[in-house]
């Protein structure tokens, strides 16, 4: 992979599903993660990364899910944010039933 502001070569380094590369060069880095294409995978990754299971209180993964939309937001990653709103819903909607 090359640094988009040196070109040169980047030089691997990390391991499970994040790699960053650095520039030897200019010292600049890049995340590129491995196998989480979709804003669903990336979400569920995390919650599952935060110890969210099956058993976990409704209430506890909606404010995990609350603070990730606010990254999200701030990331300005409108796919993650759709992600975390429509899981949202889906336990409000389950909460009402």
Same mark, same amino acid.
């Given at each position: 992979?090359q ?10 380094v ?15 880095? #890049? ?10 995978? #990336? ?20 404010? $995990? $899910?609350?603070? %990730? ?21 889906? %336990? ?6």
């Open positions: 992979m640094c988009d502001t040196c070109k040169n070569d980047m030089a691997e990390g391991s499970n599903h994040v790699t960053v590369f650095n520039c030897p060069s200019c010292q600049c880095y #890049r995340d590129v993660t491995r196998g989480l294409n979709s804003a669903e995978a #990336r979400l569920n990754e995390s919650l599952k990364l935060l110890g969210v299971t099956e058993q976990t209180p409704t209430h506890v993964t909606h404010n $995990l $899910l609350t603070s %990730i939309l606010g990254v999200a937001v701030l990331a300005e990653d409108s796919e993650l944010e759709s992600a975390c709103e429509v899981n949202m819903v889906k %336990i409000q909607q389950a909460n009402e039933d």
